[in-house]
C-alpha cells in the first residue's frame, strides 16, 4: 500500500493581518518578524528559528485558548476551518477557538512567513 505524502501549502495573510496576529497574542517585538525578516534571518538560522517557533507557539496558546462556545451559544452552529472564518473569529472578534480553528491559523501564519508547513490529522486519546 503507497501512502500520498502532503504537500506543502501556498498562501497567508497579509502584513496588517499578521501584525493584527502579533498584537492578539502579545507577542514581543524582539519575535516580529516579516516575511522578509523570516526570509533573512529564520530560514538561515535554525537556532533563531527555533526561539521564535517556540515564542510564538507559546504566546498563542496563552493567548487564544480552546473554547467551543460557538457551537452551544449560536443559532447556527458550525465550525469552520476557512483561514479567512478562522482569522475573524479568533483574531479579529478575539475569540477562542476548537483545536482545528487554533492549529489552522498557526498554519497559515507560519505559511505567510515563509515556513513549509505540512497539515496532518491528530486524535486525542
Known sequence: MTIAQPKPSTGGFTAVQLDAYYTRINLPSQHRHTPE?????????????????????????????????SLHYSRNPSISTSPTDVYHKLVERKRGGYCMENTTLLYHILLTLGFTVYATGGRVL
Open 37 to 69: 525578516t523570516a526570509a533573512k534571518t529564520l530560514h538561515t538560522n535554525s537556532t533563531a528559528a527555533l526561539t521564535f517557533l517556540s515564542a510564538l507557539q507559546l504566546h498563542q496558546i496563552c493567548a487564544i485558548p480552546f473554547e467551543n462556545l
